[in-house]
């Protein structure tokens, strides 16, 4: 099965300060990689998602990018972090027949 | 617009009953289905998951159910336990290659001793 590596697990950051959240996949080459974001009482909201190298879906306008400069790291930016930013950020990997998650970052933009 | 709905945000079932966890999907491009459990500040965990092709798929105490006709699929523990408290959330994945994940709202259950 896969690992994902995200880090870091919590984050406050001031409002206008910069974001930058890496994430690595163990244990598969060429995998399909997800940006997912859980706000305060909701579900998982799909941010972005991967393919490939260089290769990004934006599912929801945003505040928010992802670049994917190698085959198995996936990052999520933000030039300008906004109040709204603030929630818990959850990287994965597709497999076949189910999806494997990182052990998320909380992020609080204050 | 929900693709997938979980209606019920909470659920409380006395240890050993049966938890019925629901989900409701609108699209019909979804061809398979999967149940994750959650924890707090933690990644979510694959529990179960069942094809559109099948009615039911059964691992120990879960058991999915789906009924296309209805765009229902339900997630059953038998019997609960303490340790099944946590955050249910039912996804579902079109056919293609990008093979990415909706998901609903989630079901908070909690399992009383």
């Known amino acids: 099965s896969q690992t994902i590596h995200q880090w870091p697990a919590t984050l406050v950051q001031p409002v206008g300060s910069p974001l930058s959240l890496e994430c690595t996949v163990e244990g598969t080459s060429n995998p399909n990689l997800y940006w997912y974001r859980q706000a305060a009482g909701r579900g998982l909201q799909l941010l972005f998602y991967s393919v490939g190298i260089g290769q990004i879906s934006s599912e929801v306008p945003q505040n928010l990018s992802a670049s994917r400069p190698q085959d198995r790291q996936f990052i999520l930016s933000s030039k300008k972090l906004l109040l709204s930013d603030s929630g818990f950020y959850l990287c994965a990997s597709a497999a076949l027949t189910e999806a494997f998650f990182g052990q998320g970052t909380r992020l609080t933009v204050v | 617009d929900q693709q997938v709905k979980q209606n019920s945000p909470s659920l409380s079932v006395q240890e050993g009953r049966i938890s019925i966890l629901n989900c409701d999907y609108t699209?019909?491009?979804?061809?398979?289905f999967l149940w994750y459990k959650k924890y707090p500040a933690e990644g979510p965990t694959f529990l179960i998951s069942i094809s559109s092709i099948k009615d039911k798929n059964e691992d120990g105490r879960f058991t999915v159910f789906l009924n296309k006709s209805a765009k229902h699929l339900s997630l059953h523990i038998v019997p609960s336990q303490p340790g099944d408290s946590a955050v249910y959330f039912c996804?579902?994945?079109?056919?293609?290659?990008?093979?990415?994940?909706?998901f609903g709202s989630g079901t908070q259950l909690t399992v009383l001793p």
């Open positions: 996804a579902a994945r079109k056919t293609g290659s990008a093979r990415q994940l909706t």
């Open positions: 699209n019909s491009m979804f061809d398979y």
